[in-house]
């Protein structure tokens, strides 16, 4: 008797330190998922930052492109506007020099008259006017060398005005090329200046891709992990058998479903990536239910899944829901199928508001729909 006693005692003594180094383990695990998940937090905070300065530095470099661009087309335009004026200016001396040219013989002509005069006469034109034999005579004398002093001083005139037109028309387009070398030059350096910038931001932009490739890495690296721990939790929490009943779905009124399980373009990384569940179409702020009855084994942010509840419905089977704008159970809860849960949102890596649902046997994924009956 007082052996039965002992190994009773003995018994009792084991079973009590073996649950004792469970919930020990069970809460070194929690610890550990809460450090992760805090991690996560971290990095998609530092992801998203980067993801936006990426699409700040590309629309920069779009507007650095098209400024380029408009450069480029300025500097032809006015490169070739100084050509054209160029030409215009060569145009314009030469024919500064033959109206200069014009106008030197003719004065050379005025000056051979004038001395032709003197020669013939020692007193030139007025020894033409005092030979006169008459008055008749005289006037008509008089007449005769005004007409001709006139007539070349008429002439003299137009030759200078025509001269001095063109030398004005040459000197305004003289400075028009001046301001368009001025110009140019501008241009030039403004085409200097948006290249280094370009040159600049994109080697931040090469920066700030590297940064979100190995966050990106991070959070990969940090989920395994998570999944990891959360199997150990699972296995440290998950006893007994299967107590979900038939499963319910999960966002009642919502049927679409967005993004099946399976391989897939993940619409946030567009790489490659296996999905693990169900995203099924649901408005934000909508009622996300228990499929079927359980206990909350988790209620919280939960990385890349944002507001998440899982529910352990014993025999190894666990159902996420993530994504949600709010949560309305926390750890520990015992809910039955239909109870609300959660109100639907875009938490976390999401592009918009909908259900990601997920059914885990033994802390691995399965296919969702034959517990959905779908």
């Given at each position: 008797?007082?052996?039965?006693?002992?190994?009773?005692?003995?018994?009792?003594?084991?079973?009590?330190?073996?649950?004792?180094?469970?919930?020990?383990?069970?809460?070194?695990?929690?610890?550990?998922?809460?450090?992760?998940?805090?991690?996560?937090?971290?990095?998609?905070?530092?992801?998203?930052?980067?993801?936006?300065?990426?699409?700040?530095?590309?629309?920069?470099l779009q507007h650095l492109n098209n400024q380029l661009n408009n450069t480029q087309n300025s500097l032809r335009e006015v490169e070739g506007e100084i050509e054209s004026t160029r030409q215009q200016l060569e145009k314009l001396t030469k024919e500064l020099e033959e109206a200069q040219e014009q106008l030197d013989n003719r004065k050379d002509l005025f000056n051979q008259r004038l001395r032709s005069m003197y020669k013939n006469s020692s007193y030139g034109y007025l020894d033409v006017l005092f030979d006169a034999e008459s008055f008749s005579d005289l006037v008509s004398?008089?007449?005769?060398?005004?007409?001709?002093?006139?007539?070349?001083?008429?002439?003299?005139?137009?030759?200078?005005?025509?001269?001095?037109?063109?030398?004005e028309t040459r000197n305004s387009v003289q400075e028009k090329e001046t301001r368009m070398l001025s110009l140019k030059n501008d241009l030039l350096q403004k085409k200097k200046e948006v290249q280094s910038l370009t040159v600049s931001r994109n080697k931040t932009l090469s920066s700030v891709k590297s940064q979100e490739q190995e966050y990106e890495r991070m959070l990969d690296e940090l989920e395994q992990t998570s999944k990891e721990?959360?199997?150990?939790?699972?296995?440290?929490?998950?006893?007994?058998?299967?107590?979900?009943g038939k499963f319910v779905w999960p966002a009642p009124g919502y049927k679409r479903i967005t993004s099946d399980y399976g391989w897939r373009i993940h619409p946030i990384t567009r790489t490659k990536k296996f999905h693990t569940g169900l995203d099924i179409g649901v408005p934000w702020g909508q009622k996300i239910v228990a499929v079927g009855n359980g206990k909350v084994?988790?209620?919280?942010?939960?990385?890349?899944?944002?507001?998440?509840?899982?529910?352990?419905?014993?025999?190894?089977?666990?159902?996420?829901?993530a994504h949600n704008s709010s949560l309305k159970v926390k750890a520990g809860d015992i809910v039955r199928a239909g109870d609300t849960i959660a109100l639907s949102g875009t938490t976390g890596l999401s592009t918009g508001p909908h259900l990601h649902f997920e059914v885990r046997k033994n802390g691995g994924h399965i296919n969702p729909r034959p517990w959905l009956g779908i």
């Open positions: 008797m007082r052996s039965n006693k002992t190994v009773c005692i003995i018994l009792l003594s084991i079973l009590l330190l073996h649950s004792s180094t469970a919930f020990a383990g069970l809460a070194e695990e929690q610890q550990k998922l809460e450090k992760i998940k805090e991690e996560q937090k971290r990095v998609e905070s530092r992801l998203k930052s980067v993801e936006q300065q990426k699409t700040s530095l590309l629309k920069e004398r008089f007449f005769v060398v005004s007409k001709v002093t006139s007539y070349d001083m008429s002439v003299l005139q137009e030759m200078k005005t025509y001269r001095d037109k063109i030398e721990i959360e199997l150990t939790i699972i296995k440290l929490q998950s006893n007994g058998s299967f107590i979900g084994l988790y209620a919280d942010w939960y990385g890349g899944y944002g507001k998440t509840v899982m529910i352990d419905h014993g025999g190894g089977i666990v159902t996420l829901y």
